[in-house]
T-cell receptor, first 115, second 110 residues
Framework: EAGVTQFPSHSVIEKGQTVTLRCDPISGHDNLYWYRRVMGKEIKFLLHFVKESKQDESGMPNNRFLAERTGGTYSTLKVQPAELEDSGVYFCASSQDRQMNTEAFFGQGTRLTVV | GQSLEQPSEVTAVEGAIVQINCTYQTSGFYGLSWYQQHDGGAPTFLSYNALDGLEETGRFSSFLSRSDSYGYLLLQELQMKDSASYFC???????????FGAGTRLAVHP
């Protein structure tokens, strides 16, 4: 069974440009999360989808960030326009159902560098 | 609001035992999880405690006290490969929202 996959693994863009990150969760997982880790600090929650619905987007930094989950399958996170402080590793995770002991499976992350 | 507190760094020697503590404040608490992340890698699930007490999985054990809003991860017979960051995390709210602490960097020395 394929795990959570993220694309690209690395992205270097200039300030002001647009970048779109993609996450393919494990098939059948309703819950999909986006997180960001900056310079070895906390794994910061960005938002949570349940199927195609945004359940909680309280962690999204500002309106330059837009997340979508088409048909409840893969998800994209777009940053437009990118700023220097957006640099970090963006992780996607998915979990199977609403049982609270469900393990969340993480992708390898996308390392975004804004220069 | 929601917050989790854990030490930023812990150092230990091979073969030793180390305990990483986590205190939390959250609404709608359902359980405490622990994740391991090696540098450059993805966080991976270690354990989950929904009820008070100790859960043991091989060399790793996890403990929860709901009344104290406190838990810990116990690593025994430390090996060099255990050097990593360890995060406590809680499910909170009504829809499986999973939030993480700042992580504890464990360095295991010979």
């Amino acid at each position: 069974e394929a795990g959570v996959t993220q694309f690209p693994s690395h992205s270097v863009i200039e300030k002001g440009q647009t970048v779109t990150l993609r996450c393919d969760p494990i098939s059948g997982h309703d819950n999909l999360y986006w997180y960001r880790r900056v310079m070895g600090k906390e794994i910061k929650f960005l938002l949570h989808f349940v199927k195609e619905s945004k359940q909680d987007e309280s962690g999204m930094p500002n309106n330059r960030f837009l997340a979508e989950r088409t048909g409840g399958t893969y998800s994209t996170l777009k940053v437009q326009p990118a700023e220097l402080e957006d640099s970090g590793v963006y992780f996607c995770a998915s979990s199977q159902d609403r049982q609270m002991n469900t393990e969340a499976f993480f992708g390898q992350g996308t390392r975004l560098t804004v220069v | 609001g929601q917050s989790l507190e854990q030490p930023s760094e812990v150092t230990a020697v091979e073969g030793a035992i180390v305990q990483i503590n986590c205190t939390y404040q959250t609404s709608g608490f359902y359980g405490l999880s622990w994740y391991q992340q090696h540098d450059g890698g993805a966080p991976t699930f270690l354990s989950y405690n929904a009820l008070d007490g100790l859960e043991e999985t091989g060399r790793f054990s996890s403990f929860l006290s709901r009344s104290d809003s406190y838990g810990y991860l116990l690593l025994q017979e430390l090996q060099m490969k255990d050097s990593a960051s360890y995060f406590c995390a809680v499910f909170s709210g009504g829809y499986n929202k999973l939030i993480f602490g700042a992580g504890t960097r464990l360095a295991v020395h010979p």
